[in-house]
Every structure is written in C-alpha cells, then in structure tokens.
C-alpha cells in the first residue's frame, strides 16, 4: 500500500544534541512538508521541499535543517540550537498539482530529557 | 489578519445534537478547500473536500461561500466519536504551500 512514513514514533533529545526524524514516502509525490504542532495549537511550517535537491524556509525554520536526495525522503534534523524542541512533529506529501489533499506520517513525539 | 482563522472552541454539544463550524480565508485567491479530522496526538485525516456547489457525506455537510470568503462544516446527529479538533486547510493558486486553520475542538458528550 502507498502511504508516507514517519518515525520514530517517540524520540527523546539530550541537551546539545542533534536529533533527525525520518519521513519516507512511496506516493511519487513531489512536494513534501514538515510541520511542528505544540499542545492545543494549529500546526506550524518548518520546511517544505518541491522537488529534489530543493527546498524552503516555512515560518518556524530556526534550529530545523533538513535534506531532500532523494524523491522518497525528507528528513528532518532537529540542531542543539533549537532551544524548545518538545513538540508533535508531522511530515506531509503531497502531488504538485495545487488542488491536492495532503497526506499525513503518523508523527513523532520529541521530549526533551 | 490570519490567512485562514478558525474559532478554537471548543464546542461542547450533546449527542445527536447538530453542529456547524465556520472558517475564514483571506485571499481571495483560494482555490480548494479541505475539512481535515484530527484525534488528540494522531495525524489530521482528510474528512472531506469542499466543493463549490457544496458536498454531503453521510452525517456531514461542507459548503463554500466565495463571495464571503468561508467554508463551513455541518455535522449532524453528533456521535461521542465525532469528538475531535476539526482543520480547515485552504489552497491558494500558484502556491505550493497549504494553509491551515487553528482547527476547532468539539466535545460531544452524552
């Protein structure tokens, strides 16, 4: 089955330590986003990416960098310099056709030890 | 003034009550228009498309009213399971990036 996969489901960060959360899709979709969502708040944009080897700033960017190699993978690093990583981290795809639905990962947990 | 503004509730109904939600966009250049569901630590998941000529899907209704510039979501006979937060997404023209509502919390309690 297509789907687009996020993982782990739950990562605990040290102190001054980098972090990367996986996102894999087998939906040839070109566009692909990462979102930050905070308890009881609207989801935030990291980066987004349109195709490979190319990618964007969303609002949130500082202390986020990611990667875009290959069409099936988006990972997302979370750097020591973001100071309040605690948060529901969600990857999106989506085909390049504007009109389309998202599809969601099923998220990852950051919490900071 | 946000893109897309929502009413975060929550909206606290008893069961088979009928609720609607609405949301506000502000460019006008919007072109598609989503109602997503999302369960408390889980992934939104698409509940419906909005159409122009509005669209129906079992117990729930979606509308779009271009000229005021919002959608809403009607959800009738509520369920215990209907309780959610509720995002509206809207995609503008030319852009590559949704742009996502607050999302509006329901409680439906028996």
């Given at each position: 089955d297509g789907g687009i996969t996020q993982s782990p489901k739950y990562l605990f960060r040290k102190e001054g330590q980098n972090v990367t959360l996986s996102c894999e899709q087998n939906l040839n979709h070109d566009a692909m986003y990462w979102y930050r969502q905070d308890p009881g708040q609207g989801l935030r944009l990291i980066y987004y990416s349109q195709i490979v080897n190319d990618f964007q700033k969303g609002d949130i960017a500082e202390g986020y960098s990611v990667s875009r190699e290959k069409k099936e993978s988006f990972p997302l690093t979370v750097t020591s310099a973001q100071k309040n990583p605690t948060a529901f981290y969600l990857c999106a795809s989506r085909s390049q056709a504007t009109n389309e639905k998202l599809f969601f990962g099923s998220g990852t947990q950051l919490s900071v030890l | 003034r946000k893109e897309v503004e929502q009413d975060p509730g929550p909206f606290n109904v008893p069961e088979g009550a009928t609720v609607a939600f609405n949301c506000t966009y502000s460019n006008s250049a919007s072109q598609s228009f989503f109602w997503y569901r999302q369960d408390c630590r889980k992934e939104p998941k698409l509940l419906m498309s909005v159409y122009s000529s509005g669209n129906e899907d079992g117990r729930f209704t979606a509308q779009l009213n271009r000229a005021s510039q919002y959608i809403s979501l009607l959800i009738r006979d509520?369920?215990?399971?209907?309780?959610a937060t509720y995002l509206c997404v809207v995609n503008t023209g030319g852009s590559y990036i949704p742009t996502f509502g607050r999302g509006t919390s329901l409680i439906v309690h028996p």
């Open positions: - | 509520s369920k215990l399971s209907d309780s």
